[in-house]
């Protein structure tokens, strides 16, 4: 399947069509850390209350957690192409 770029980080609503999406990018990560930490504990994705938050657990800015997910593709497709040579010289 085919990766998809995260769409932009619009951060408010205006009165013209938006194609991104309406929150900043820390209030996007808050509410995904939120919705962790409300999950009952026996499902996957849960995130203990004595977890720090995201990107502290991450070590990463919000500037840099948007540059990761939104260069991904073009950050690891050299690692990608490496792993499948190496899958291909195996066989």
């Not at 540059?67 to 792993?83: I, K, L, M, P, S």
């Amino acid at each position: 399947m085919a990766l998809k770029p995260l769409l932009n980080f619009e951060e408010a609503v205006r009165n013209e069509p938006q194609r991104g999406i309406l929150f900043s990018l820390n209030d996007y990560l808050e509410l995904v850390d939120y919705t962790g930490r409300i999950a009952k504990p026996d499902k996957r994705g849960c995130i203990p209350e004595h977890k720090p938050l995201i990107l502290k657990r991450l070590g990463l800015t919000p500037d840099e957690w948007l540059t990761e997910a939104t260069e991904f593709e073009v950050r690891y497709q050299d690692n990608r192409r490496a792993h499948l040579d190496r899958r291909r010289s195996a066989a």
